[in-house]
């Protein structure tokens, strides 16, 4: 499943929840400057920007859900089963694989707009990381400071959307939410107006009246429409970094799996493994997980950029209970 967000207040914000019914060994992954990429079409990345995100590392490589670079672009991969296609290798086309596109995308481009300009080159290939790991069907969300737009890789090709509403969540495709939005015009932080009969008092009994059809659903369609609701209407009391970082994360909460609430076909059930927060502006990877909801940060300028080894922080905590009974 999974949700992700752009939310701007003094700097700008980009994360996700990731839904999922068991963890895949995910750890907060630090890559230095001078490690080198190397992609499955023969090219390789020796010296980039800075990277750091959420990944499960394998021989070495890290395998990113989502990530940042020093330059303030972020990408998330998030779940589009039955409309993700990959493609053959294609003549003319930098031929790609989805599990290096992230580790591609932010190694190579410095802005949504760098990556514009070379976008309609781009080909996802059908290429898996190993025989044991299968590829994922994905579409991703790309954002900076400035924009976010969404990657959609179907059996017609490699579509590319602008996307004001900020937000990215599963199937259907994007065109979808997009247009789907329009059924939620009527929305208000304010209690609206009655529409109902102008001969009729029909005072509102309680706040939040002009939110009444706004879907409560887990369902990806619902969660869209939730969390772009939130994202762009949501008042921040200042603009300070830990008010900023606990509003992002309480829109989060908003749209997040509560294990038992959902139950997939084979039994198992949907949870938010983890919650992400990146300032693209500082360089700093905020996260909480579904065993310790402490927010917790990992900084860029805490590690040596220039060289050429990975850090992987596994994501460790201590849950924080207060009883106030025992307070003197």
Same mark, same amino acid.
């Given at each position: 499943?999974?949700?992700?967000?752009?939310?701007?207040?003094?700097?700008?914000?980009?994360?996700?929840?990731?839904?999922?019914?068991?963890?895949?060994?995910?750890?907060?992954?630090?890559?230095?400057?001078?490690?080198?990429?190397?992609?499955?079409?023969?090219?390789?990345?020796?010296?980039?920007?800075?990277?750091?995100?959420?990944?499960?590392?394998?021989?070495? @490589?890290?395998?990113?859900?989502?990530?940042?670079? #020093? %330059? +303030?672009? &972020?990408?998330?991969?998030?779940?589009? $089963?039955?409309? !993700?296609?990959?493609?053959?290798?294609?003549?003319?086309?930098?031929?790609?694989?989805?599990?290096?596109?992230?580790?591609?995308?932010?190694?190579?481009?410095?802005?949504?707009?760098?990556?514009?300009?070379?976008?309609?080159?781009?080909?996802?290939?059908?290429?898996?990381?190993?025989?044991?790991?299968?590829?994922?069907?994905?579409?991703?969300?790309?954002?900076?400071?400035?924009?976010?737009?969404?990657?959609?890789?179907?059996?017609?090709?490699?579509?590319?959307?602008?996307?004001?509403?900020?937000?990215?969540?599963?199937?259907?495709?994007?065109?979808?939410?997009?247009?789907?939005?329009?059924? @939620?015009?009527?929305?208000?932080?304010?209690?609206? #107006? %009655? +529409?109902? &009969?102008?001969?009729?008092?029909?005072? $509102?009994?309680? !706040?939040?009246?002009?939110?009444?059809?706004?879907?409560?659903?887990?369902?990806?369609?619902?969660?869209?429409?939730?969390?772009?609701?939130?994202?762009?209407?949501?008042?921040?009391?200042?603009?300070?970094?830990?008010?900023?970082?606990?509003?992002?994360?309480?829109?989060?909460?908003?749209?997040?799996?509560?294990?038992?609430?959902?139950?997939?076909?084979?039994?198992?059930?949907?949870?938010?493994?983890?919650?992400?927060?990146?300032?693209?502006?500082?360089?700093?990877?905020?996260?909480?997980?579904?065993?310790?909801?402490?927010?917790?940060?990992?900084?860029?300028?805490?590690?040596?950029?220039?060289?050429?080894?990975?850090?992987?922080?596994?994501?460790?905590?201590?849950?924080?209970?207060?009883?106030?009974?025992?307070?003197?």
């Amino acid at each position: 499943m999974c949700t992700a967000i752009r939310l701007k207040n003094a700097d700008v914000y980009f994360g996700r929840n990731l839904d999922l019914d068991k963890a895949f060994g995910q750890k907060v992954v630090f890559v230095p400057r001078d490690y080198a990429f190397r992609f499955r079409d023969g090219t390789s990345s020796q010296r980039h920007p800075v990277i750091m995100g959420m990944a499960t590392v394998v021989d070495g @490589y890290p395998l990113f859900a989502d990530a940042m670079n #020093e %330059n +303030g672009l &972020a990408i998330a991969g998030l779940n589009f $089963p039955g409309n !993700a296609h990959y493609f053959q290798r294609q003549d003319g086309k930098k031929n790609v694989s989805p599990f290096e596109l992230i580790p591609y995308v932010l190694s190579a481009f410095s802005s949504v707009d760098d990556f514009l300009d070379k976008a309609g080159t781009l080909s996802l290939w059908d290429q898996p990381f190993s025989d044991h790991l299968p590829l994922a069907p994905l579409h991703w969300i790309v954002a900076d400071r400035k924009k976010a737009i969404v990657l959609e890789s179907m059996a017609d090709g490699l579509h590319v959307y602008e996307n004001p509403f900020d937000v990215l969540t599963n199937n259907p495709p994007f065109p979808f939410h997009r247009d789907n939005l329009t059924r @939620y015009r009527n929305l208000s932080s304010r209690q609206g #107006e %009655n +529409g109902f &009969a102008s001969d009729l008092s029909l005072e $509102p009994f309680a !706040a939040g009246f002009g939110t009444s059809f706004l879907p409560g659903g887990l369902d990806s369609v619902s969660r869209f429409v939730r969390a772009c609701y939130a994202v762009k209407n949501v008042a921040f009391k200042e603009k300070e970094e830990k008010t900023t970082v606990m509003t992002f994360f309480r829109v989060l909460s908003s749209v997040s799996f509560l294990p038992g609430l959902v139950i997939n076909s084979d039994g198992s059930l949907e949870k938010t493994l983890y919650s992400s927060c990146m300032n693209l502006d500082k360089g700093i990877y905020y996260y909480r997980t579904e065993d310790f909801d402490t927010i917790q940060s990992v900084k860029m300028d805490n590690f040596k950029k220039d060289g050429n080894e990975i850090s992987a922080m596994p994501l460790d905590g201590e849950e924080i209970i207060v009883d106030k009974s025992c307070v003197a």
